[in-house]
């Protein structure tokens, strides 16, 4: 799915079809990201934002998102309403192919997301 920043409000990745990963007991968990990284950019470092919900809901659940695939691997734990505001390294001169992932403590996971970044030096 393509987005440009100035017209990405909320974006929200679900599990569709056979994806879910995780069994009827822990739940599934879904990635809503309120700042999506951008396709292309020159900076050395792109933002993501957003929460982690978990179905069915369960309280006192500790939540992260793991991110791979930039400069560095970038592990974020969630605030205490599943929210999550990381800054990611970006390989320079390169496409970047960001993989987000969210867990929490009773095993359940989300879908892996994948997003490429274009980074270039000068646009």
């Known amino acids: 799915m393509r987005s440009s920043p100035l017209n990405l409000v909320l974006l929200t990745i679900l599990a569709v079809g056979g994806g879910a990963c995780s069994d009827e ?3 599934t968990l879904f ?11 020159s900076l050395a470092q792109v933002a993501a934002s957003g ?12 939540k992260w998102l ?24 970006l390989n320079l001169d390169a496409t970047n192919r960001l993989e987000f992932v969210a867990r929490d403590d009773s095993g ?8 490429e970044v274009l980074h270039r030096a000068t646009l």
């Open 25 to 27: 007991f822990s739940g």
């Open 31 to 41: 990635i809503n990201f309120a700042i999506l990284p951008p396709d292309t950019t």
């Open 51 to 62: 929460e982690i919900v978990r179905v069915p809901p369960r309280a006192s659940t500790l």
């Open 66 to 89: 793991t991110i791979t695939g930039g400069a560095e691997t970038v592990v974020d734990t969630a605030g205490s309403f599943g929210t999550f505001d990381v800054t990611i390294p």
């Open 108 to 115: 359940a996971r989300s879908e892996l997301i994948i997003r």
